[in-house]
Antibody
């Protein structure tokens, strides 16, 4: 079965760029059957969808973050990545990667990675 | 302020039935987008509980059920058990953007 695992620095300084990678195992990103998403959850708060990427490289971002977000894919490594620039303390959150089962009437996220806490602090 | 509105908390005694509502609008649930539900146990990642309004993934007990009507959806849990104590989130789409409810904390008394 497919498993996802996030990796990257747990501490980022304000104004710098947050960079995370999600490694997919048990299935191929290149299969084309799914989209691949990033979702975050500030401590004690709810979930926010950041954006997704398709194996071809096409992306769609949450408009609230679009100016600062870049999601990329490396099919040779079966990985996809998130970059969030000009971070502030408000970007402190647990970041999850998830498989996006897209449908014409709105898909769902399954499975999810275990999540990684990124703290923005000097 | 979440696009989808959930009650912050619900509670029930073991064996009882509880429901969690998820209220949207004509641009998301009312536009025909499906609603999905996730269970988040303390300190863990969300887990898919219901997809496509009322479908259960393999391994999810039939004590969990979902429904959708108009601009709202509901998650029902029957035969409440201590291990059901968790946060529950609904999710849908709004103008091609994935959106979540604010989450509901279920307390088993």
């Amino acid at each position: 079965q497919v498993q996802l695992q996030e990796s990257g620095p747990g501490l980022v300084k304000p104004s710098q760029t947050l960079s995370l990678t999600c490694t997919v195992s048990g299935g191929s990103i290149s299969s084309g059957d799914y989209y691949w998403s990033w979702i975050r959850q500030p401590p004690g708060k709810g979930l926010e969808w950041i954006g997704y990427i398709y194996y071809s490289g096409s992306t769609y971002y949450n408009p609230s973050l679009k100016s600062r977000v870049t999601i990329s894919v490396d099919t040779s490594k079966n990985q996809f990545s998130l970059k969030l620039s000009s971070v502030t303390a408000a970007d402190t959150a647990v970041y999850y990667c998830a498989r996006d089962v897209d449908t014409a009437i709105g898909g769902w996220f399954d499975p999810w990675g275990q999540g990684t806490l990124v703290t923005v602090s000097s | 302020q979440s696009v989808l509105t959930q009650p912050p908390s619900v509670s029930g005694a073991p064996g009882q039935r509880v429901t969690i509502s998820c209220t949207g609008s004509s641009s998301n649930i009312g536009a025909g987008y499906d609603v999905h539900w996730y269970q988040q146990l303390p300190g863990t990642a969300p887990k898919l509980l219901i997809y496509g309004n009322s479908n259960r993934p393999a391994g999810v007990p039939d004590r969990f059920s979902g429904s959708k009507s108009g601009t709202s959806a509901s998650l029902a849990i029957t035969g409440l058990q201590a291990e059901d104590e968790a946060d529950y989130y609904c999710q849908s789409y709004d103008s091609s953007l994935g959106v979540f409810g604010g989450g509901t904390k279920l307390t088993v008394l």
